[in-house]
């Protein structure tokens, strides 16, 4: 009785695979195709300014699992993307090229630039201009608002973009290769977390920093200082000097000025000793491309 129960599931099984296999219709298309995707002239300079060169992907047909959800977000406009990375191109990774050359580019730039149409905003009305992930990827917001007149203006392009991408540079930079901390104790008991926004400008050079932003904590600070010290002009960097300035300090009491200056000197051999990097090397090759900015072609993509 047994055997005859097994022969008769059996032929059951059998019978239901042969029931579903006539129901199949098999396909010769692989899950994992291997045909390049189509791409337009765009598609492919990036490929050869960016990827081939430098193994970085641009990516700026905006894919929501590179997204934050957290926020509500639009798409960058191809054509406003295309002339952004040929000026981020000129500006960030040449400047870099010409000062250490492409190995450095190729062993630390983030793997991946993934550019956002619009602002990220908070719930208390700051914008987010960028974030860094994991030393690999550098999210840059607001390409939508690039108009033709910014594109030659150098100074609205660093405020929204270059200041930015320097800053999250450094923090990359800075997940390989620490920092010294005693840069942290300096102006320690000034950081105030998420109110820099209420400060201004005058009160945080007063206090020993670049910019409110650098008060949020450490490792924002020295990101702001480094990335203003590379993005602003000599006279910019000396008017923050003078207006952290105390004329009025007793002897032997330090003020903003001398606060900055310790900073800056730790950001300095940060980067002399960590990555072989002069910063005031690097801060005239930025900043001649900078005065170079109208010249560019940003009509073509050659």
Same mark, same amino acid.
């Given at each position: 009785m047994k055997k005859n129960l097994y022969i008769i599931m059996l032929a059951f099984v059998t019978a239901l695979g042969l029931v579903s296999c006539s129901d199949d219709d098999p396909s010769s298309n692989t899950i994992y195709p291997t045909d390049s995707p189509a791409r337009d002239n765009f598609d492919n300079w990036l490929l050869k300014n960016y990827t081939f060169p430098y193994n970085v992907d641009v990516k700026y047909k905006m894919e929501d699992i590179e997204s934050d959800?957290?926020?509500?977000?639009?798409p960058a406009d191809s054509a406003k993307s295309?002339?952004?990375?040929?000026?981020m191109k000129f500006l960030w990774f040449d400047a870099? @090229?010409?000062?250490?050359? #492409? $190995?450095?580019?190729k062993e630390n730039m983030p793997r991946?630039?993934?550019?956002?149409?619009?602002?990220?905003?908070?719930?208390?009305?700051?914008?987010?201009?960028?974030?860094?992930?994991?030393?690999?990827?550098?999210?840059?917001y607001m390409v939508n608002s690039l108009t033709d007149e910014m594109l030659t203006d150098y100074t609205t392009m660093n405020e929204y973009y270059f200041h930015t991408l320097h800053h999250e540079f450094t923090h990359i930079l800075n997940q390989k290769v620490p920092y010294d901390r005693s840069y942290d104790l300096i102006t320690e008991s000034s950081y105030v977390s998420g @109110?820099?926004?209420?400060? #201004? $400008?005058?009160?945080?050079?007063?206090?020993?920093?670049?910019?409110?932003?650098?008060?949020?904590?450490?490792?924002e600070d020295f990101a702001e200082m480094l990335s203003m010290y590379l993005t602003i002009s000599e006279a910019e960097w000396n008017a923050i000097i003078a207006?952290?300035?105390?004329?009025?300090?007793?002897?032997?009491?330090?003020?903003g000025a001398d606060f900055i200056n310790a900073k800056l000197d730790i950001v300095?051999?940060?980067?002399?000793?960590?990555?072989?990097?002069?910063?005031?090397?690097?801060?005239?090759a930025v900043l001649r491309r900078?005065?170079?900015?109208?010249?560019?072609?940003? $009509?073509h993509l050659n």
């Open positions: 959800h957290k926020y509500t977000l639009v295309a002339k952004l990375s040929i000026i870099y @090229n010409e000062v250490i050359g #492409p $190995d450095f580019i991946m630039i993934h550019f956002i149409g619009s602002p990220a905003y908070n719930s208390e009305g700051t914008m987010v201009l960028g974030t860094a992930e994991g030393g690999l990827k550098v999210t840059l @109110n820099w926004y209420n400060i #201004p $400008d005058h009160t945080a050079h007063q206090l020993g920093f670049v910019t409110p932003y650098a008060m949020v904590e450490p490792v207006d952290a300035t105390n004329p009025n300090k007793a002897d032997g009491e330090q003020d300095r051999s940060y980067m002399r000793d960590s990555w072989n990097i002069d910063i005031d090397v690097l801060r005239d900078a005065a170079e900015l109208k010249s560019i072609d940003l $009509d």
